[in-house]
C-alpha cells in the first residue's frame, strides 16, 4: 500500500467514526518526517480515543502496522506515527493551541471529499 493509500485510508476511517474537519497535507517534498499528515478533531476525549482506535483497526485490517502511538492516555491529542503517515487526533482546544494546519502551511491540501461517503471497498478497487 502507499503512503497516499495509507493517508487516505485513515481519513475514511476517521470519517466512519464522524471525525471532525479532517484534513490530508501531503509534506513529502518539504520534510522528511512522513509523506502526509492527517489531521481530525473529536468532540470528546471519548471520541478523540475512538476515532485512533477504528483507524488503527482499519489499517491493521490492510496489514498496516502502527510503528509508534504517543498520548492514547491523554485528554487532547493522539498521534499515530505510521512512518510515511502520521495522523493526529486532537481536541478542539488542542488543535486551535497547536495549530498544525498554520506550521505546515507550505505542504499540500489533498482533496478527500470522495471518500467521506465511499464505500470502503470502493476506496481500493484494485482488491
Known amino acids: 500500500m502507499t503512503s497516499l493509500e495509507t ?9 466512519e467514526r464522524k471525525g471532525l ?8 517534498g518539504i520534510s522528511s518526517i ?4 492527517v489531521i481530525a478533531t473529536g468532540s470528546s476525549n471519548t471520541h478523540v480515543k475512538s476515532l485512533a482506535d477504528n483507524v488503527e483497526f ?6 498496516v502496522g502502527v510503528s509508534h502511538i504517543e498520548g492514547h492516555r491523554s485528554d487532547s491529542w493522539i498521534l499515530m506515527d505510521y512512518v510515511d503517515v502520521v495522523v493526529h487526533i486532537f481536541s478542539e482546544e488542542a488543535r486551535d493551541y497547536y495549530d498544525l494546519e498554520r506550521l505546515w502551511e507550505d505542504g499540500t491540501v489533498q482533496d478527500i471529499s ?6 470502503l471497498e470502493k476506496l481500493f478497487p484494485q482488491k
Do not use: Q, S, T, V
Not at 474537519?21 to 513529502?28: A, T
Not at 512522513?34 to 499528515?37: H, K
Not at 482499519?58 to 496489514?63: A, K, M, P, V
Open 7 to 15: 493517508a487516505r485510508l485513515a481519513a475514511k476511517a476517521l470519517c
Open 21 to 28: 474537519d479532517i484534513r490530508l497535507i501531503e509534506i513529502g
Open 34 to 37: 512522513a509523506d502526509y499528515f
Open 58 to 63: 482499519r489499517l491493521d485490517n490492510e496489514g
Open 114 to 119: 470522495d471518500i467521506e461517503e465511499m464505500p
